[in-house]
């Protein structure tokens, strides 16, 4: 069967791929090996904000400028926030602590 592009995913599909797309992600950081490319982090936020889908957690796996996927970002933690500085373009991303 020939693979969809990313374009013509229906809801369903494009929740899959997403899922897929970060448990990918997170697999490689563990096994440290070559994670996706800003082009494809790019790709994968346009697909989930076509269909309307929010990103959740796995919004703190990658810079919020550049789409790098953080790797040893510097990360600091106060008592509501935790920043995350880019090691790529400097950008720093903060969290509200849960
Ligand atoms: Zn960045």
Redesign the pocket.
Same mark, same amino acid.
């Given at each position: 069967m020939q693979k969809k592009s990313l374009k013509q995913l229906s809801k369903t599909e494009a929740i899959k791929e997403i899922q897929e797309f970060f448990s990918e992600i997170k697999d490689n950081l563990r096994n440290n090996i070559k994670n996706k490319t800003p082009e494809q982090v790019k790709k994968i936020k346009t697909l989930a904000m076509k269909h309307n889908l929010k990103l959740g957690a796995n919004k703190k796996l990658f %810079?919020k400028? !550049?789409?790098?996927v953080y790797k040893h970002p510097e990360i600091r933690i106060n008592k509501k926030t935790k920043s995350m500085k %880019?090691e790529? !373009?400097?950008?720093i991303s903060r969290w509200k602590m849960d």
């Open positions: %810079c400028r !550049c789409f790098s %880019c790529n !373009c400097g950008t």
